[in-house]
């Protein structure tokens, strides 16, 4: 089948990789470099490298809107056009420019998480499992017809990063499997009543809130992780915490002090305490929090913010 590819992130490779092993894809569709390091060097996204290793046509118009950019969209003369966290939005001439329309590869058993980040939302509510919807693409935020779903079992040490993985290669299965089975498959509505919106991740709210109990900042925690993380200030200098313990129990101190105790660093919160396991400190590598309180350590009482 011929197939133009519109992607961005990390997770998007493996999927525009299945289809260059079973597909020809004529063109991939990319957000534009961003300049970013300490240079401000022009920085490709994972997927316009991808694509150009092997070899692939990349655009990376800032909108989709214009005339000409849809005009020269529909020349491609595709059978499809495939998303995966692209980014930008989809105008109706887009949608409807190929025979086949456009299917999204979306990282929710929908309708459960529309929107930006329904892998960290899942995680961050607590959902029991989570998965990969292929969709048929409407003008509505995720609210085409469903054609296909894999489920994955959210365990209780899951981070972000580890479902982002899972998720990426259930979608590069998932899509071969579609477009293999497109005539075949009944489309599904889906129930609007059972749809959240999984919001775009602010900075705000990478800070912790010790105000909230240990069981959901623990479950912020693993969803951060790796990125864009959870932190605390101590005395003006920003802790990242990158794995953690609720623990049932109160010390009775206000929330958010340093708890005095033998073993690490104990931080009490609303509800329960928050055992801190792995830790990095402002401009250091990430560390076990006993190796680093060989050479550091928190003053007992001290309220965190």
């Not at 692939?56 to 020269?72: D, F, M």
């Not at 595709?78 to 299917?103: Q, S, W």
């Not at 990426?168 to 579609?178: F, R």
């Amino acid at each position: 089948m011929k197939l133009v590819f519109m992607g961005t992130p990390d997770f998007a490779v493996p999927v525009l990789e299945a289809l260059c092993q079973h597909h020809d894809v004529v063109c991939v569709y990319t957000r534009a470099p961003k300049e970013a390091g300490r240079g401000q060097k022009e920085t490709k996204t994972p997927v316009h490298l991808f694509a150009e290793k092997k070899g692939i046509e990349v655009r990376t118009p800032k909108s989709l809107r214009l005339e000409e950019e849809q005009r020269q969209f529909k020349a491609l003369q595709a059978d499809a056009a495939i998303v995966a966290a692209y980014g930008l939005i989809l105008p109706r001439p887009i949608l409807e420019a190929f025979p086949k329309g456009c299917l999204n590869v979306h990282a929710s058993l929908l309708p459960r998480w529309r929107g930006a980040a329904p892998i960290q939302r899942a995680l961050e509510a607590g959902d029991e499992k989570s998965g990969v919807t292929i969709m048929q693409m409407d003008e509505g935020l995720d609210t085409g017809d469903m054609l296909l779903k894999g489920e994955v079992q959210i365990t209780p040490d899951m981070t972000g990063g580890d479902l982002h993985d899972a998720l990426s290669g259930i979608g590069a299965d998932l899509i071969i499997k579609a477009l293999d089975n497109l005539e075949n498959i009944k489309p599904e509505k889906q129930d609007d009543a059972k749809s959240c919106y999984a919001q775009k991740i602010e900075k705000a709210e990478c800070r912790l809130n010790f105000a909230e109990t240990a069981e959901n900042i623990e479950r912020k925690v693993r969803a951060f992780n790796p990125y864009p993380a959870t932190f605390f200030e101590y005395k003006g200098e920003r802790f990242k915490v990158l794995e953690c313990e609720a623990l049932d129990a109160d010390s009775g101190m206000e929330a958010g002090t340093i708890v005095p105790n033998d073993s690490g660093l104990l931080i009490q919160c609303q509800k329960g305490m928050l055992f801190v396991v792995k830790i990095q400190r402002q401009g250091k590598k990430a560390m076990n929090i006993d190796e680093l309180l060989r050479g550091f350590s928190f003053e007992d009482g001290v309220i965190l913010s």
